[in-house]
Every structure is written in C-alpha cells, then in structure tokens.
C-alpha cells in the first residue's frame, strides 16, 4: 500500500478531448498507473494516477486549465472475487468513508491495483499497513508447576 498523488481532470464533452491529454502525458513519457473516466451531460472528469507527478503537472500546466489533485491509497490486490470487499470492510468497520473507487486491469489470476479516495488517509493507511513483528501468543489455562519435591532432581 502506498500513497500517490491523483489527478482530477475536468473535460468538455466532446470528441478528441481525451486523446489529446493522453497523448500529451504520452508524448511526455509520461506512463498512467491507473485511470478512470467520469462522464456528465456538459463535462466529464477523468482522475488519473501518473508514474511522475511533476512531470504531469507540467503537462496538466500547459495543457487544462481545470485540474485539481488529491492524495490517494494504492494498493495491490489478488485478481479474484472478495479482494476488493475485504478491504472495503476493514474500512467501513473502522468507520473511514472511501468517496470513491477504482481498479486497474488485471490479468487473470495475477494483481490488480486499487485506488481509495478516503476520508481519513492517515487513519486507513495505519489500518492497512501490512502488520509487521510476531505477534504474542494467548496463555491457554494455567501454567504447569513441577511438584516441590521433584525440583532439581534428575
């Protein structure tokens, strides 16, 4: 899991606009780690994640003139059913609200990357951090006692 920079780009409506930032970013050198595509009747919002956000704001710079960017959660998930639920409900039991969404591609049986939007970011990235050390085994019953008479006789 780790934190990235995400794009929200607002878009007219209408042919070409899309393949123009996307080949901007492209011409750019400029790869998209995850995207997703918004469509409203006047506009549409495409948010993207980006392998080099300066490099984007560069582009984005030069390019629109209505962009706005956003820390998001990444994280790698297994490409199979209940991946994404598990982590939508370690959020929602520890009452972070995720505003949106998203996946990237995966191929089948491999990875898929997720992206959250959440309210609390400090508070959902130390929920999922992978958890690290040993943890402490539970005392099951009472401990066992050697009898008085039978200490330090072999």
Same mark, same amino acid.
């Given at each position: 899991?780790?934190?990235?920079?995400?794009?929200?780009?607002?878009?007219?409506?209408?042919?070409?606009?899309?393949?123009?930032?996307?080949?901007?970013?492209?011409?750019?050198?400029?790869?998209?780690?995850?995207?997703?595509?918004?469509?409203? @009747?006047?506009?549409?919002?495409?948010?993207?994640?980006?392998?080099?956000?300066?490099?984007?704001?560069?582009?984005?710079?030069?390019?629109?003139?209505?962009?706005?960017?956003?820390? @998001?959660?990444?994280?790698?998930?297994?490409?199979?059913? =209940?991946?994404?639920?598990?982590?939508?409900?370690?959020?929602?039991?520890?009452?972070?609200?995720?505003?949106?969404?998203?996946?990237?591609?995966?191929?089948?049986?491999?990875?898929?990357?997720?992206?959250?939007? @959440?309210?609390?970011?400090?508070?959902?990235?130390?929920?999922?951090?992978?958890?690290?050390?040993?943890?402490?085994?539970?005392?099951? =019953?009472?401990? @066992?006692?050697?009898?008085?008479?039978?200490?330090?006789?072999?």
């Amino acid at each position: 899991m780790r934190e990235e920079i995400q794009f929200s780009i607002f878009l007219v409506n209408k042919p070409g606009v899309l393949a123009s930032i996307t080949t901007a970013l492209a011409r750019a050198r400029i790869d998209l780690v995850a995207l997703t595509l918004v469509d409203s @009747v006047e506009h549409g919002v495409m948010r993207i994640v980006t392998d080099n956000p300066q490099a984007t704001r560069e582009v984005l710079s030069h390019t629109q003139d209505r962009w706005t960017e956003s820390p @998001v959660l990444m994280m790698e998930l297994a490409n199979r059913p =209940g991946a994404f639920a598990k982590v939508a409900q370690k959020l929602a039991d520890a009452h972070v609200n995720i505003g949106y969404a998203y996946c990237t591609g995966g191929a089948a049986g491999g990875k898929t990357t997720a992206v959250f939007k @959440v309210a609390d970011l400090k508070k959902a990235k130390k929920l999922l951090a992978p958890q690290t050390g040993k943890k402490k085994k539970k005392k099951t =019953g009472a401990p @066992v006692r050697k009898s008085p008479g039978r200490r330090g006789r072999k």
